[in-house]
């Protein structure tokens, strides 16, 4: 997504018909979308004694919490709000023919256009997004619990759930304030780009730059994501398949779980300290090999959209380097208690991947052009491995022999 810096294509993605669109107060896109997120998103205890990993977060108790605790955003009149959303409705559309052009990727005509949120909408949309993502992971936690003994009474699963549902509330509304633009991959609806209002005039102000060339700058980064998943047709499903195995090896069986904590708790302070990522933290050695290889592709999908924007920009975008300039700037200040999230939520790991990712790209693309990269879109077996993030050199021997 795209975390005060453009965005990334999130595997804890949303419906798209469920944000509300006012950009900093005004309506924008749709109105009547939070509605649906809440009747989506499910969730709380179940009548019985029997658990499922649904009822493990109580959904509609975090998507509503995580409203209330997100900051509305910049204060701005209606007309100055919807004047916002008009405009980063017409960047999105400019965005898309320079990345199909320089891309070479091209969504079909029935993908969606993206929606303009505020940050309760994004909220509404991730919930969803989340319960439907996580869903076999916290299937698979309730079954070891079960297995083990622990069956917990509706109260204590009434009260687990609000509880666990508050800390995901707080997750999600301090995420709402970061993230500019992402593709929602929507497990069980239809994909679609979110572009969040008050974040990206928030930025735009901050920065000091011409305004309607960063709208068109963010846009051209999540346009990218949007051709991605929407050109590619295996892609969306490969990554939502990955991410859910991944998690659900990630949960440990219940005679490991006391010596888990010992050990994330242990190396926490670690992570704090920018010593070393949350995920290293919560993998054993073995998972990490194979969250190395969801961590290539996200880096790929990242590095990409991260040239192409470069690509593009100077072409479309008179200040495009003073923006990124200060943009750059403005990640490195982040104040004290801003950094320890970011860690531990991973994000620093994920500027990793913008770095990483677009070597990777600019590499393959220098030695064998556009149409020589993007074999990289033929098939899950053509994707970047672990190893060949670090040395493109070998994906090209592997690919192109």
């Known amino acids: 997504m795209t975390d005060e810096q453009r965005s990334e294509p999130t595997p804890t993605s949303s419906t798209g018909t469920g944000a509300s669109g006012d950009g900093a107060g005004a309506r924008g896109d749709g109105a009547g979308a939070r509605g649906d997120g809440a009747r989506a998103s499910g969730g709380g205890a179940s009548a019985d004694t029997s658990r499922r990993g649904a009822d493990y977060v109580d959904w509609d108790f975090a998507a509503a919490v995580g409203r209330r605790m997100a900051p509305a955003g910049p204060a701005v009149s209606r007309g100055e709000a919807d004047a916002l959303v008009a405009e980063l409705r017409d960047s999105a559309a400019r965005a898309v023919q320079p990345v199909a052009d320089t891309s070479g990727l091209h969504a ?3 993908a969606p256009p993206p929606l303009i949120v505020d ?28 297995k083990a003994g622990h069956q917990p009474s509706a109260t204590a699963q009434l009260v687990g759930g609000r509880v666990t549902g508050a800390e ?56 990218t994501h949007r ?12 990554i939502l398949d990955a991410a859910r195995e991944l998690g659900t090896q990630l949960v440990p069986e219940s005679d490991q779980l006391g010596q ?7 190396a926490l302070p670690g992570v704090v300290r920018g010593e070393t990522d949350i995920t290293q933290v919560l993998a054993t050695p073995e998972q990490r090999e194979r969250l190395a290889e969801v961590t290539a592709v996200m880096s790929l999908l990242e590095g990409h959209a991260d040239v192409i924007m470069d690509d593009v920009g100077p072409s479309v975008i008179p200040t495009v380097a003073t923006i990124r300039r200060r ?14 999230l970011r860690r531990l939520l991973g994000l620093d790991a994920k500027m990793k991947q913008y770095r990483d990712g677009a070597v990777f790209v600019r590499s ?21 491995r672990a190893i060949e993030i670090a040395d493109p050199d070998a994906w090209l021997r592997r690919v192109h022999g």
């Open 119 to 146: 940050r309760s909408g994004w909220i509404a949309a991730n919930a969803v997004s989340m319960k439907a993502m996580l869903a076999p992971v916290l299937d698979e936690v309730v079954a070891k619990r079960a």
């Open 260 to 266: 888990r904590v010992q050990e994330i708790v242990a």
């Open 108 to 110: 079909p005509e029935g």
């Open 227 to 238: 051709v991605q998943f929407t050109a590619v047709p295996w892609l969306r499903q490969h």
């Open 327 to 340: 943009f750059q700037q403005r990640r490195k200040g982040s104040g004290s208690v801003d950094r320890v």
């Open 168 to 223: 995901v509330a707080g997750m999600l509304a301090w995420m709402s304030t970061k993230v500019l633009g992402q593709f929602d991959l929507a497990p069980e609806s239809t994909p679609r780009l979110l572009l969040v209002a008050p974040n990206i005039l928030t930025v735009e102000r901050d920065l000091g730059v011409d305004p309607s060339d960063f709208r068109l700058w963010v846009c051209l980064h999540e346009e």
């Open 364 to 384: 393959i693309t220098d030695q064998v052009g556009r149409e020589g990269f993007n074999r990289v879109w033929e098939s899950p077996e053509t994707l970047p």
